[in-house]
C-alpha cells in the first residue's frame, strides 16, 4: 500500500491581494496539486491546516483541487481549518467525518481531530473524551497475532516527540495521555503529524513519529510505502523555480501565516524505515531500558 502525505497546504482566499498576486496563489497551487497526484497512491493525505483561516471559499477550492483524487484523499482537521465553522460544518465542507479508521489488509488507518473548536488564541492540540474512547476500543480490539500497524494521522504532534514540540502551542495538550493510550496497542504504531513546519522523524516509547513541513515552505510530498514488517516514508521534494517564485508573491500576505525558515530538518528527518513487527518494538524498548532512559 502507498499513502502520499503532503505537509500544511494552508490555502489562502486572499480577497483584498491583487489579480496579480492571486494568479500567483492560483498558479502555484495548481502545480503543487499536480505533483501531488502524479504519484500513484491508494491514498493522498492532508495532514491538517489544508485552509488557511477555514472559510467556506477556502474549503471549496480545495475541494475542486482534489476532486481528481475521489475518495482517495484524506483530509486531516488543523487548528487553521476550525478557526471559522464549527465541527459539523466543517464535516460537511469536506464531506469526511472529522474523525474514521480505514481498514486495510496492510494496515489500520487511523484519523483523529486534535483541532480546539474555533480558538484564535490557542493552537494547540486537544483530543476530546469521545475521540479518546473511541481509539482506545478501536486499539484494543485488534486480535492476538494481527501484526497490522496502526497508521495515526493528526495534526499536532505529542508534546516532547517530534521538532520544535516542547515550544509553546505546538504540540497536543500534555495532560492527554495520547502516547501512553497508543503504547498499550497491540499492534505497531508510527504516528504522522504537521502543525510545526518542519521535517522530523523521532522514535520513542517504541513508536514512530513522522512531522512534515508546510507545503509553502518546503514544497514537496511524502511517500509512504507500507511494506511486510515495514514502513517506508520518504520525501519527494517539488523542484520548480516557478513554483518558488509564485510562492514568494504572497506567502507572506497571508493572514496567520509566518513562513518557517529551516524547515528541511536532516537527511534522517526526511526519510526512514520504520519497523513496524511487536518484536521490534519490544526489543528497542529493551534496549533503551538498558541504557537507563524510563
Not at 474512547?133 to 494521522?153: I, N, S, T
Not at 537527511?267 to 518494538?281: G, I, Q, S, T
Request: aromatic share 8%.
Amino acid at each position: 500500500m502507498r499513502i502520499v502525505l503532503f505537509g500544511d497546504f494552508h490555502f489562502p482566499w486572499l480577497d483584498c491581494a491583487d489579480e496579480a498576486v492571486r494568479d500567483a496563489r492560483d498558479r502555484a497551487y495548481r502545480k503543487i496539486v499536480e505533483a501531488v497526484l502524479a504519484e500513484p497512491a491508494d491514498y493522498v493525505v492532508g495532514i491538517g491546516d489544508v485552509t488557511n483561516l477555514g472559510r467556506p471559499e477556502e474549503f471549496a477550492a480545495v475541494r475542486e483541487l482534489f476532486d481528481p483524487a475521489g475518495e482517495r484523499f484524506v483530509y486531516v482537521l488543523g487548528n487553521h481549518d476550525a478557526l471559522l465553522l464549527p465541527k459539523n460544518e466543517i464535516e460537511a465542507e469536506t464531506g469526511q467525518p472529522r474523525f474514521r479508521a480505514i481498514e486495510r489488509e496492510e494496515a489500520t488507518l487511523v484519523v483523529l481531530d486534535t483541532a480546539r473548536d474555533r480558538s484564535l488564541r490557542d493552537w494547540s492540540g486537544t483530543l476530546d473524551d469521545e475521540q479518546r474512547a473511541w481509539l482506545a476500543d478501536r486499539l484494543a480490539e485488534r486480535e492476538e497475532g494481527d501484526r497490522r500497524p496502526f497508521l495515526v494521522f493528526v495534526h499536532h504532534p505529542p508534546y516532547g516527540t517530534t521538532a520544535r514540540s516542547t515550544e509553546e502551542k505546538m504540540h497536543l495538550d500534555p495532560s492527554i495521555p495520547f502516547v501512553e493510550l497508543l503504547a498499550a496497542a497491540k499492534a505497531p504504531v508510527v504516528v504522522f503529524t504537521g502543525h510545526n513546519h518542519v521535517h522530523s522523524i523521532v522514535r520513542k516509547d517504541g513508536i514512530a513519529f513522522v512531522q512534515t513541513a508546510a507545503m509553502l515552505d518546503a514544497p514537496g510530498y511524502r511517500v509512504i510505502d507500507v511494506e511486510t514488517g515495514r514502513v517506508r516514508v520518504t520525501f519527494r521534494p517539488i523542484d520548480d523555480h516557478d513554483l518558488r517564485a509564485a510562492i514568494a508573491r504572497f506567502h507572506r500576505l497571508m493572514p496567520g501565516f509566518t513562513p518557517y525558515p529551516a524547515p528541511e530538518g536532516t537527511e534522517a528527518d526526511r526519510a526512514a524505515d520504520l519497523p513496524v513487527v511487536p518484536e521490534a518494538a519490544a526489543e528497542a524498548a529493551a534496549e533503551r531500558l538498558g541504557q537507563g532512559e524510563r
